[in-house]
């Protein structure tokens, strides 16, 4: 006899069981099921008291058009292995979305493996997703020091210079009071800023941990500049490394906002490495286009083609654009753009600009 599964929100016994569950799943204790517990909606599947499947979702708003846009961040989701192949997992994405919609996400973005999967339930990948490795002798040589500052340690004005800079592009996380301290937790981070002290224009988080055979390894996870000036002198500061990294690791959206290595490539040897993609999908399209930034400068209305979640699918809409306000409705007129699931998901035509930091 099969009894009916109940998803539920996890309580303290349920919470626990999860946490073991998502390690026997992933091979791996999950430590951000500890780390987010406070901060996170953690809903479970439950048959006969044990839980079979779990999942993470934050609400936190993320960047587009300069405008903050609730967003639902799903993270650390699971299936037992022994319960894989029953469709479980969409049950419990739709149940884990209803509840961070009902708290105001338009959008809903997650890392995953299974990129595949997911694109058929409506997520799509906006914008490839690399990680670069450069040897730490090329940025050494190919970047002259500069006499700014540099201080070790995360300030409040460090991250007002973080969320500054975050405006300026396309997808990343407005990120809440807890982020930092979560995220040097997570990954032992060590943080330097650049600049004058009450005013910094750069700040670097990197990870460091020992190397199989010797040295260190050395992985950016934050790079943040205001201009060419505070990359020269972060990027040397990463070169001066050398005798302890080889290799300078940049991980996924943690490369420069200027373009200071593509005017470089003769002086080094790039490598970039595939990861999992950024996953997309709008939930509310027209609060979406309300709520993200659009120029003041900007009046326009125009017929858009819009690419369904389902293959082959393709819906009509009117986008109004006045004076930094903007709104789409359903329309029965062919549009004069066609934009497909991996070109709307921010919301205009405009292109991702830069990949999106946040929970995975």
Known sequence: MVHAIRIVQADNELWQQYDDLATRSYGHPVGDISRLRPHADIRVAVRDGRVIAGGLGLLAPQHFGGAPVPSALLSAGCVA????????????????????????AVISTMWTTSGRY????????????????????????????????IEHGRTQEADNLQRDLAQQWNGLVLRPDWWPAWTEGKHALTTYRFGPPQSPTGLLAFAMKRS????????????????????????TFLGDHHTRAPV?????????????????????????????????????????????????????????????????????????VHDGTAQINRAHTAGEVRLTRRQWPSGTPAATRRQPQHAS
Request: negative net charge.
């Open 81 to 104: 292995p022994e319960e894989r192949g029953a469709h479980l997992s969409v049950d419990m994405l739709t149940h884990r979305l209803r509840h961070l919609r009902d708290q105001g």
């Open 118 to 149: 997911v694109r058929r339930l409506g997520w799509e990948a906006p914008t490839p997703v690399f990680a670069w490795s450069i040897t730490a002798e090329d940025l050494k040589n190919a970047f002259t020091r500069t006499a700014l500052p």
């Open 212 to 235: 199989e055979r010797h040295g260190m390894t050395l992985t950016v996870h934050d790079f943040w500049a205001v201009d060419e000036e505070t990359v020269r002198a972060m990027m």
């Open 248 to 320: 300078i690791h940049f991980r996924r959206s943690a490369l420069p906002p200027y373009p200071a290595l593509l005017h470089n490539l003769h002086r080094y040897r790039p490598t970039a490495e595939a990861w999992h993609p950024w996953m997309l999908r709008i939930l509310d399209l027209q609060e979406a286009v309300r709520l993200r930034g659009w120029p003041t400068s900007l009046s326009t209305t125009v017929p858009v083609t819009v690419e369904g979640e389902e293959a082959g699918s393709w819906q009509e809409y009117l986008l109004d």
